[in-house]
């Protein structure tokens, strides 16, 4: 049986890893292997974009701690005019949701866990709110360029696992009462679109199916001899990876299609500080 | 669970709203209780994200990591750990804007960068080194990279115990007895930090101290940020207090009285982490802040025949005769006595072998410990114990990635690939040799000098290489085509790098690796070593490059210049050790008699080797700063003397061979040779000690 640490926890940026690429997902969690990755200029714009996004989560942390706007305005300003234009965009959203999506006790970064099967799942939420009529929200910013497909978002580990651990952890946030999937919705917001964001609302039947999905797949990955993880064949998936010269993968640029197809998809096989935005540890 | 006895039950199941105050010796089991108090806790309803676990390192939490990753937790929200910089960072990242212009920064509308420790030191040279051209520091036979550290180090005790970084001199001044030149260097030393202190508010830089007196000084005071932080936790486990140093036990005092819960818990006999600010009896007035307490005094650890041992050991410390025991028990002391040092180790090495093989312990459950770890003393180990196919790992954090031969093949390239980087002839034959035996595959030692000799060429004493074709046939042909293939494809590599727009070097190192060293025919090809050192060092570039902003108004070259000296003088690129290569599993551990004690973590048997050397006990050299100086507990006016650091030596001597006793299960080997690794003849203290102990424990049985 696969040896992982013995405080390993599963959580969305593993599972997605072992799915888009399993030989990535032994790499780095079963191996840690650490690789210098491939250098070119596009290396410094993925730092770039990933400090941005970092800043970006670090900024709607500190507003929804109570931050006065006035106070970080100046900062973000000097930053970047792309953050200053996410913040303006999050100010707004933030003044018209104030009642609606965002009303209610607001938990920031909150991190939740629950066992299943053999292995335990985590998920570090950017936000969730627990409106006054038992309802929950799931809010996760998103600072892709493109805005993925509805299809794409669906097919994300992340929004199977974050309701589904809401409604299995959620009860220690309800004062020990069950939090229903009914109750549940998941919100992508976009900060370059804010207009057009995603929500997914849960039910019983999905929780079913995704506790299914989620058994099934940590029992696959548990299951599996070392030999057993193999090397995606979609090359695509590789172009960012950091083991791509360890693989002796060639470079294929991902067309401009399938970047906006997959921006999302895209993102997750960046280097490992990116997938790990809001699940970095002290 | 583990079997638990009524204490540690009673312990785990208090009723909530009490503070409560756990002491006893290492082993009786209390950071057992303490993780089960946590999984109490979170049975009884308490939500985990209202827990906070505190330490003084983060290696001290892996049992409460470890309980908390089985999937029979039960489900919530996750338990926060944290240490005083682990919470001081956050909450400076979290609540920055409210300081920057209080603390004085100079660049009100930017965000901190906080400094690793080669950053920290970098910045430090940068400000020291034209000092040291003045004639600073002239007396001190020091090398610049620990001058550096002690001052930073000075840096972090006044922020760990206190006090304002502007008594450090003053502090060191009034305590010194010495020749008074020594009184000259304690003021450089206050001017270098003030300097440093003074570089870092203007480009609003945090080091390690900085974070601390920013937090303790003006955040934690603050009521919103106060309200933020203890309306997060509602209970507290803080273990190893002992360990922290007296600005966390400052907080903790006045915290305490918010938590729903609270259990500290207090080794006696620790404070290892001395050198580090750590305070024990600052740790210990805690107690009087919780209304219950707790001392475990039956060890789970250690043997009958170890306690007894132990008891020995405290009478040769000077507590009363043991009484006899009501059975014989001979102590579970085995001598390796040799004349020689390498004899010693063979016999070590010989030693281990025997446990695993024969005695079937496992080979995690063996340390071999030390007074210091040298290169020379864990190669010689590694390869005694290869040789009976023994897997070995070491804890010796701070390793200078230059010391590894790979590294400084890339680094040797890079200073041909800019000349100019490194001052004129900073680079030999023997380093273009080195390198290119590590480069190119299928090199060995006499064609790879043949080849230096000839193509190693310095013009104004910058380094260049000329080509292959150029060399006589005959000698091509010693040299072989195959490798002269190699060489030139490497040589015009570099010529192309050389005359292309300079990059920033971690994308250099990356290409290099890339396009060349980890190709077929070169000497990285298929290595995953060379491929993870190389991912260190690139690592270290990009956090150096992190730690620079647009207010130095420095270019890219310089900086470029800047990392590749610093690394070449050893004072940066550190070795990166991961989290997981700490816990590698199944292996004898290496390790310092001191890192060990900190990793709190018992084994069935322990190696002490060289127990005639003074290094066990005696305070390392540092003429810049003065741990106990600094200490909180030190009176002002007060002189250190000569009685002053025998007394420290004999505490140091009693806390460590108890500490190690107290974390042995069944067997302590003692390597001994009557001549050390340098040749000189070894009678310290802990020999005497252990012969009379182990004599005492002879004759009362
Ligand atoms: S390079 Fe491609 S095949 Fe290799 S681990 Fe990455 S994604 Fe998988």
Redesign the interface.
């Known amino acids: 049986m696969l040896k992982l640490p013995p405080d390993f926890i599963f959580s969305q940026a593993s599972l997605q890893d072992f799915l888009t690429c399993p030989r990535r997902f032994y790499l780095r969690y079963v191996r840690h292997l650490v690789w210098p990755s491939a250098g070119g200029g596009e290396a410094f714009e993925w730092e770039w974009r990933l400090s941005l996004a970092q800043d970006f989560h670090h900024l709607a942390h500190q507003k929804a701690l109570g931050l006065p706007d006035q106070l970080l305005e100046p900062l973000v300003q000097k930053r970047s005019a792309e953050l200053f234009q996410w913040w303006r965009q999050l100010r707004e959203f933030w003044q018209a949701e104030q009642e609606a999506t965002l009303g209610g006790r607001r938990y920031p970064e909150l991190t939740l866990t629950a066992p299943l099967g053999k292995i335990r799942l985590l998920a570090k939420y950017d936000l969730l709110i627990a409106h006054p009529d038992g309802q929950w929200s799931i809010i996760d910013w998103k600072t892709a360029q493109q805005r993925p497909s509805t299809r794409a978002l669906h097919s994300l580990v992340q929004s199977r696992l974050y309701p589904y651990l809401l409604v299995r952890a959620g009860a220690s946030l309800n004062a020990g009462k069950a939090v229903e999937p009914e109750q549940v919705s998941m919100v992508y917001w976009f900060a370059n679109h804010p207009d057009n964001p995603e929500t997914i609302l849960y039910s019983q039947a999905q929780f079913q199916a995704d506790e299914d999905f989620l058994l099934r797949l940590t029992e696959e990955i548990l299951g599996r001899r070392e030999a057993d993880f193999e090397q995606t064949s979609d090359e695509r998936a590789c172009a960012y990876c950091p083991y791509r010269t360890y693989c002796e993968r060639a470079f294929v640029p991902p067309s401009s299609y399938e970047v906006e197809e997959n921006a999302e998809l895209l993102e997750l096989s960046l280097p490992q500080d990116w997938e790990q935005i809001g699940e970095i540890e002290y | 669970m583990p079997a638990l006895n009524r204490q540690q039950l009673e312990v785990i199941q208090r009723p909530l709203g009490e503070r409560c105050f756990l002491e006893g010796k290492a082993g009786c089991g209390k950071t057992t209780a303490a993780v089960e108090r946590l999984l109490y806790l979170m049975q009884a ?1 308490v ?3 209202q827990i906070l676990i505190y330490v003084p390192q983060r290696t001290v939490a ?1 049992p409460y ?2 309980a ?11 338990v926060t750990i ?1 240490t005083l910089s ?1 919470l001081a ?2 909450t400076i ?6 300081v ?1 212009e209080q603390a004085a920064f100079g660049q ?4 901190p960068v906080f400094l690793t420790l080669e950053t920290a030191q970098y910045f430090m040279a940068k400000l020291v080194q034209p000092l040291l051209a003045q004639g600073y520091f002239a007396s001190v036979n020091l090398h610049p990279n620990r001058l550096y550290s002690q001052i930073l180090d000075n840096l972090n005790k006044a922020a760990l115990v206190g006090f304002p970084h502007t008594e450090i001199g003053e502090r060191l001044k009034e305590a010194w007895s010495g020749s008074p030149g020594q009184l000259s260097i304690y003021d450089d030393v206050q001017t270098c930090a003030n300097l440093f202190r003074a570089f870092c508010l203007e480009h609003n830089l945090l080091d390690f101290s900085l974070q601390v007196e920013i937090f303790i000084r003006y955040l934690w005071p603050d009521p ?1 940020v106060r309200q ?1 932080i203890q309306s997060q936790y509602r209970h507290l486990i803080a273990d190893n207090v002992e360990e922290d140093a007296p600005v966390s036990h400052d907080i903790l005092r006045q915290w305490l009285p918010q938590f729903d819960s609270a259990l500290l818990v207090y080794d006696h006999g620790g404070g290892y982490r001395v050198f580090l600010g750590a305070d024990p009896s600052s740790a210990y007035s805690l107690k009087q802040a919780c209304e219950v307490h707790f001392t475990f005094e039956t060890s789970f650890v250690t043997n009958a025949a170890l306690q007894r041992f132990e008891q020995s050991l405290l009478w040769a410390f000077g507590a009363p005769p043991p009484a006899p025991p009501p059975q014989t028990l001979h102590p579970p002391i085995q001598p390796l006595f040799e004349r020689f040092y390498p004899q010693m180790l063979e016999r070590v090495a010989e030693e281990v072998a025997q446990c695993i093989e024969e005695e079937g312990i496992p080979p995690s459950q063996i340390v071999i410990l030390a007074p210091y770890l040298t290169d020379a003393l864990r190669f010689t180990l590694a390869d005694l114990l290869e040789k009976r196919q023994i897997p070995l790992r070491s804890h010796r954090p701070s390793r200078a990635l230059r010391e590894e031969a790979e590294i400084r093949c890339l680094l040797t390239f890079a200073a041909l690939a800019y000349p100019e980087a490194l001052p004129p002839n900073t680079l030999q034959e023997f380093d273009l040799i080195a390198a290119l035996l590590q480069a190119i595959d299928g090199l060995d030692l006499a064609r790879a000098s043949l080849l230096a000799r000839i193509v190693f060429r310095k013009t104004d004493g910058l380094p260049t290489l000329s080509s292959f074709e150029q060399i006589q046939a005959d000698v091509q042909e010693r040299i072989t085509y195959r490798v002269g293939e190699r060489y030139e494809r490497l040589r015009r590599w570099l010529e192309d790098a050389r005359s292309a727009e300079p990059e ?1 070097l ?2 250099f ?3 290099l ?2 396009e060349l060293l ?1 190709q077929p025919g070169y000497g990285f090809y298929r290595k ?1 070593r060379c ?2 050192l ?3 060092l ?1 690592e270290s570039a990009r956090k150096f490059r992190q730690a620079f902003r647009e207010s130095m108004n420095i270019s890219m070259e310089e900086r470029n210049r800047e990392y590749l000296r610093m690394v070449n003088e050893g004072l940066i690129a550190a070795q990166y050790l ?1 989290s ?2 700490a ?1 590698d599993e199944e292996a004898v551990l290496i390790s310092p008699a001191y890192t060990y004690l900190l990793s709190n973590r018992p084994v069935e048997v322990q190696f002490w080797l060289d127990i005639g050397s003074s290094g066990w006990y005696e305070r390392l050299f540092q003429p810049l700063t003065q741990p106990y100086v600094l200490s909180r507990r030190w009176q002002k006016g007060q002189v250190w003397t000569a009685d002053d650091e025998a007394q420290v030596a004999a505490d140091n001597l009693r806390r460590i061979t108890l500490g190690l006793v107290a974390r042995c299960r069944q067997r302590i080997y003692l390597g001994y040779s009557e001549y050390s690794a340098a040749g000189y003849e070894q009678r310290g203290d802990l020999l005497r000690v252990l012969q009379d102990s182990l004599e005492m424990a002879v004759r009362r049985t």
């Open positions: 309803g939500p985990a994200h892996q990591r470890q908390l990753s089985v999937p029979g937790v039960m489900a919530g929200g996750a944290l682990g960072r956050r990242e979290t609540f920055w804007p409210l920057v009100a509308d930017e965000w919103l933020h920033e971690e994308i190192f990356v290409r690796f890339d980890s995953e491929g993870e190389t991912a260190n690139v991961r997981w290569q816990e």
